[in-house]
């Protein structure tokens, strides 16, 4: 008997021909199934498909909103940050100006959605109304290429789009894809194919068409074009950007097998199932597994009357599945010998998902989540709530709050060029290096550590006020952190006040006293009944003691005892 009666003879590739490549019939897919989609209009349907998970969806919203908060005076998302010292009429025409740019682009409803949109697919497009300078928003889907002018420094001159449908009730000019378009099958939405070639218009090459007719692609100059991606032009899909949700796509996939192996083992093996012992006696092999099977189709058949007629003498016998409210009767000998049944218990360990918790663990890490903004169980739940503004952050959120700041320092350029355009479009003569546009920063831990620093050095200091033997001067620069301008300027502003009678007092004003300087600590080598307006100017009499001169001598020898 030949093999190949059993065997189907593999007709593809020979045997010379063969290549080590992930699309070879005998090697894995699972690299494929990791690496992900590597078509970019493919990616954005991959991200839509990531962010249907519940972890994720959370996880981009928590980015969002910590990177698009409102400013706490202006309740505008940005903030303006000044290069030089600007008048103060140039201060208030650019916070007025803000304040209408994003009256006209509606950021305090678009800020968040525009942001989100951007770090979940990596780019967002917007067309600008060259008359009313608003912004639309373009799905990212639509923009199909970008044409670029190798000329000038590979400058982007034009944007290929499609699906152009302007709505200017709610500024955008896509065209929204129908639910029913966006899978293909049923078979591929179960796949994970949650792309259909057709609907986005993506069937080849040259070929942009779907079921409802050939997609117009319009040239849009670049000019009228904002682009916002997350790219700094040293990766490779430059001019577009990369998706902070590519790195955790394989971790994505795994938890995804593995929240339906759970699943499916759940199904399979978590049911309880029953033994039945049937007592055979003494009879032979043949005969017992007969008796069995009649045993078995007697438990499993439910007898009823015929519909046909003929009384309760005719029993139609029909499959009857085992329920747990019925009850079994079985014959017993007088030796105890019959039959039996017992209860299989189901499958164990149903409750422990430790797994799936690292892999959900893993995801959101590398999302930098903080588990105390995120918990994924009993013991992250319990962290105490974090603001930045009380006592010491933790690790984790001052990390996060360096990554949200790494997002808007990528998206700010962007704003920053088309608020300066507004602006110039609206004929002001600010001159546009004199400042930036900034996100609010989405907390300020830099500042709170900055006050503890302060406090810190400023007890030590107290501490060492009375030793006699260390020049206060010193002590201002070792241990307040002080440099020689600063001190400079201390002590000027400290003969002033001084010399203008508005000293103020230890107890009710601040002042020195956070310095650990009390006037009633000073000693400026004169009798209290001396009045300070007497004082003379020229000379060392008089001198701050905060400047160190509490160690020269005042008058002559005989005033220095």
């Known amino acids: 008997?030949?093999?190949?009666?059993?065997?189907?003879?593999?007709?593809?590739?020979?045997?010379?021909?063969?290549?080590?490549?992930?699309?070879?019939?005998?090697?894995?897919?699972?690299?494929?199934?990791?690496?992900?989609?590597?078509?970019?209009?493919?990616?954005?349907?991959?991200?839509?498909?990531?962010?249907?998970?519940?972890?994720?969806?959370?996880?981009?919203?928590?980015?969002?909103?910590?990177?698009t908060q409102l400013d706490e005076t202006t309740n505008v998302p940005f903030k303006i940050e000044f290069k030089e010292t600007a008048t103060e009429s140039e201060s208030r025409i650019l916070e007025q100006t803000l304040h209408q740019w994003c009256s006209l682009q509606d950021w305090d409803k678009r800020i968040f959605r525009m942001f989100r949109n951007t770090v979940k697919y990596g780019d967002q497009f917007f067309i600008r109304d060259p008359e009313t300078w608003e912004l639309y928003y373009v799905n990212p889907v639509d923009v199909t290429k970008s044409i670029v002018n190798e000329?000038?420094?590979?400058?982007?001159?034009?944007?290929?789009?499609?699906?152009l449908d302007v709505n200017m009730q709610e500024k955008t000019v896509s065209q929204p894809v129908q639910h029913s378009q966006t899978y293909g099958t049923v078979n591929?939405?179960?796949?994970?194919?949650?792309?259909?070639?057709?609907a986005y218009g993506a069937n080849g090459a040259g070929d942009y068409s779907n079921n409802l007719g050939n997609i117009q692609e319009y040239n849009v100059d670049a000019t009228h074009v904002v682009h916002m991606g997350l790219t700094e032009?040293?990766?490779?899909?430059?001019?577009?950007?990369?998706?902070?949700?590519?790195?955790?796509?394989?971790?994505?996939?795994?938890?995804?097998?593995?929240?339906?192996?759970?699943?499916?083992?759940?199904?399979?093996?978590?049911?309880?199932?029953?033994?039945?012992?049937?007592?055979?006696?003494?009879?032979?092999?043949?005969?017992?597994?007969?008796?069995?099977?009649?045993?078995?189709?007697?438990?499993?058949?439910?007898?009823?009357?015929?519909?046909?007629?003929?009384?309760t003498t005719i029993m139609d016998s029909s499959y009857n599945p085992l329920s747990i409210m019925e009850d079994y009767f079985f014959a017993q000998t007088a030796e105890g010998r019959g039959s039996k049944v017992e209860v299989l218990p189901g499958?164990?360990?149903?409750?422990?998902?430790?797994?799936?918790?690292?892999?959900?663990?893993?995801?959101?890490?590398?999302?930098?989540?903080?588990?105390?903004?995120?918990?994924?169980?009993?013991?992250?739940?319990?962290?105490?709530?974090?603001?930045?503004?009380?006592?010491?952050?933790?690790?984790?959120?001052?990390?996060?709050?360096?990554?949200?700041?790494?997002?808007?320092?990528?998206?700010?350029?962007?704003?920053?060029?088309?608020?300066?355009?507004?602006?110039?479009?609206k004929g002001l003569s600010i001159d546009a290096s004199l400042f930036d546009l900034k996100f609010v920063e989405p907390q300020s831990f830099s500042q709170y550590k900055e006050i503890e620093i302060h406090a810190a050095r400023a007890s030590v200091f107290s501490g060492l006020e009375g030793v006699s033997y260390l020049s206060r001067r010193f002590m201002l620069e070792k241990y307040l952190g002080l440099t020689e301008d600063e001190i400079l300027k201390n002590e000027r502003m400290w003969e002033e006040e001084n010399q203008s009678g508005t000293v103020p007092d230890g107890d009710s004003n601040p002042g020195l006293g956070n310095l650990g300087i009390r006037p009633e600590q000073m000693d400026t080598g004169m009798e209290s009944d001396i009045d300070i307006d007497d004082i003379p100017d020229d000379g060392n009499e008089g001198e701050s003691p905060i400047s160190g001169a509490e160690a020269q001598p005042i008058g002559d020898d005989d005033n220095a005892q």
């Not at 000329?151 to 699906?163: D, F, L, S, T, V």
């Not at 591929?188 to 057709?198: E, F, V, Y």
């Not at 009879?283 to 017992?288: L, T, V």
Request: with cysteine.
């Open 1 to 67: 008997m030949s093999w190949k009666k059993h065997f189907t003879v593999y007709g593809g590739q020979d045997a010379g021909g063969m290549k080590p490549s992930s699309s070879s019939r005998f090697q894995s897919w699972l690299p494929e199934v990791y690496s992900g989609q590597p078509n970019r209009v493919e990616r954005y349907a991959q991200y839509d498909q990531m962010d249907m998970d519940s972890e994720i969806n959370a996880a981009l919203d928590i980015i969002s909103e910590f990177s």
């Open 188 to 198: 591929s939405m179960m796949r994970g194919q949650t792309l259909d070639r057709g």
């Open 151 to 163: 000329a000038k420094g590979k400058r982007p001159e034009q944007y290929i789009m499609k699906n």
């Open 233 to 311: 032009g040293m990766d490779n899909n430059w001019p577009f950007g990369s998706s902070i949700l590519d790195p955790i796509f394989k971790t994505y996939k795994q938890k995804e097998l593995l929240e339906d192996s759970i699943i499916i083992y759940r199904v399979q093996r978590a049911p309880e199932r029953r033994v039945f012992y049937v007592d055979v006696g003494n009879m032979p092999p043949n005969k017992a597994m007969g008796f069995v099977e009649r045993v078995k189709n007697e438990i499993h058949q439910k007898r009823i009357p015929n519909k046909t007629g003929g009384g």
């Open 347 to 425: 499958g164990d360990n149903l409750g422990q998902i430790d797994d799936l918790r690292y892999f959900t663990n893993k995801m959101l890490r590398a999302l930098r989540v903080p588990s105390s903004y995120l918990p994924t169980g009993p013991d992250d739940g319990t962290a105490t709530h974090v603001d930045g503004r009380v006592g010491t952050a933790f690790i984790q959120e001052y990390r996060f709050n360096q990554y949200c700041m790494r997002l808007q320092n990528t998206i700010a350029p962007t704003m920053d060029k088309e608020f300066k355009l507004f602006m110039k479009n």
